[in-house]
């Protein structure tokens, strides 16, 4: 059991250097520039070269799919999905989320339609997409927010009775499960991101899943500007490709990922240990039946229950070095460009207002290290008092 350090009986320390939300997961150099050293000898750097091919095997292994295509990132991945399936009109999802999930909705000339969250979940509630469901709309699109997956079963009832696309937003799911299942296993189509900040990273990078061979040959037409041979252009695609270099370093990365997984594990049980009790902060937990990506360790700062606002500890803890993030504030559905929809009302979506003012992402990487982690609960303990439960 942990017993509290001296440190938090007094002001703790900050941090000597700036410690981010994340830190990008890099393999040993040496490997990586082995694995460059093929590239070079090739000349051959991207347009389907040995080591992407390679990538999109060893992925579809190691999270058993049937279809899995590379593409630049996960915001050219959601737009590949939404024209490989032919959405048009309204497009139903939440405004807890990345602006890429939104944008690259009216990117594609679609109409974002909010609906809430579930207020514990911070997944869409399958309810309000129902309430939201018009003539118009073709697809729903759910985000796995945090690595907490959508609530799939409802939503597949939902999709299959008013015959709309599924689509899901994986991008904080990488290796995620429930109950043994690949999480990507749901929906016509799953996205995940590559980008640097994600569990899985290529520098930039992302993928479509299906289990669809028919959309997997659409995705990877589009990935590539619809061009099927050198007189055929099939598709009206545009440039969505993976490069080798990228791929090099997700090939080294895909065989350390499940160690930085469960090192993440391990700061995620001390930040849960230790920040149990405190009042008004409460973690984000999964449920047991659920595989965590770890992407990020979320607590909500409950508005009245706290000593401090989110904002406030948000500021505070800078001052200790420690650069927690508001992800996702402000919610998409206040943007000046999406905050004219009726949807966006914040009457439609009042769970997902209030998430967006109380979640807080701390620190959450393998390199952090256990005695960093500790001195953040310190930190925490400080600003927001000790936690309130039997002392060993
Ligand atoms: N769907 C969802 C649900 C998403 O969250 C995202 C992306 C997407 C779709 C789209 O996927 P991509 O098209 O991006 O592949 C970051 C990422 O840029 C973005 O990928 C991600 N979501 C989003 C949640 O977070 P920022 O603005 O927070 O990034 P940034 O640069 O502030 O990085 C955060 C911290 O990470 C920094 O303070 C320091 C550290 N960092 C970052 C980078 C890039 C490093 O230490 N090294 C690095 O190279 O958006």
């Known amino acids: 059991m942990?017993?509290?350090s001296a440190a938090s009986q007094t002001t703790p320390r900050a941090f000597d250097h700036p410690i981010y939300v994340t830190r990008p997961l890099l393999p040993d150099f040496?490997?990586?520039?082995?694995?460059?050293?093929?590239?070079?000898?090739?000349?051959?750097?991207?347009?389907?070269?040995?080591?992407?091919?390679?990538?999109?095997?060893?992925?579809?292994?190691h999270l058993r799919v049937s279809h899995l295509s590379l593409v630049s990132s996960g915001t050219a991945a959601l737009m590949l999905a939404y024209r490989a399936l032919g959405i048009a009109g309204e497009v139903i999802t939440t405004p807890l989320t990345s602006p890429a999930t939104v944008n690259s909705v009216t990117w594609c000339g679609l109409t974002p339609v909010f609906a809430d969250v579930d207020p514990e979940r911070l997944t869409l509630d399958p309810a309000a997409v129902e309430r939201a469901i018009t003539p118009r709309t073709s697809a729903i699109v759910g985000v796995h927010l945090y690595g907490m997956p959508c609530q799939v079963d409802s939503l597949r009832t939902l999709a299959e009775r008013h015959r709309l696309r599924l689509i899901y937003d994986g991008a904080h799911a990488f290796g995620t499960q429930i109950d043994g299942e690949p999480v990507s296993k749901f929906g016509d189509a799953t996205i995940l991101s590559f980008h640097a900040t994600k569990v899985f990273n290529?520098?930039?990078?992302?993928?479509?899943?299906?289990?669809?061979?028919?959309?997997?040959r659409r995705v990877e037409l589009l990935r590539t500007l619809g061009i099927q041979d050198e007189v055929t252009?099939?598709?009206?695609?545009?440039?969505?490709?993976?490069?080798?270099?990228?791929?090099?370093l997700g090939l080294a990365n895909l065989d350390i990922v499940e160690r930085e997984r469960l090192a993440r594990a391990e700061i995620?049980?001390?930040?849960?240990t230790r920040l149990d009790g405190i009042e008004g902060l409460r973690p984000f937990k999964l449920p047991a039946r659920v595989r965590n990506s770890h992407n990020y360790f979320v607590v909500r700062i409950v508005e009245g229950a706290s000593r401090l606002s989110r904002d406030d500890l948000y500021e505070r803890l800078k001052s200790?070095?420690?650069?927690?993030?508001?992800?996702?504030y402000p919610l998409c559905s206040n943007f000046s460009f999406y905050r004219d929809l009726p949807s966006s009302s914040p009457v439609n979506v009042p769970a997902a207002n209030r998430a967006a003012n109380e979640v807080l992402?701390?620190?959450l990487y393998g390199g952090l290290g256990h005695d960093a982690a500790h001195q953040i609960c310190d930190i925490l303990e400080h600003l927001l008092g000790k936690p309130d439960r039997p002392q060993p």
């Open 202 to 216: 290529t520098a930039e990078g992302g993928a479509v899943i299906t289990e669809d061979a028919e959309i997997k």
């Open 30 to 61: 040496r490997t990586y520039t082995e694995a460059l050293s093929g590239i070079w000898e090739r000349h051959w750097l991207t347009n389907k070269g040995r080591v992407h091919d390679a990538l999109e095997q060893a992925l579809r292994e």
């Open 2 to 4: 942990w017993t509290r």
């Open 233 to 248: 252009v099939a598709l009206p695609g545009i440039n969505a490709r993976m490069n080798e270099l990228e791929a090099a």
């Open 268 to 272: 995620a049980d001390i930040y849960l």
């Open 361 to 363: 992402c701390l620190p």
């Open 320 to 328: 200790f070095n420690v650069f927690a993030r508001r992800y996702f």
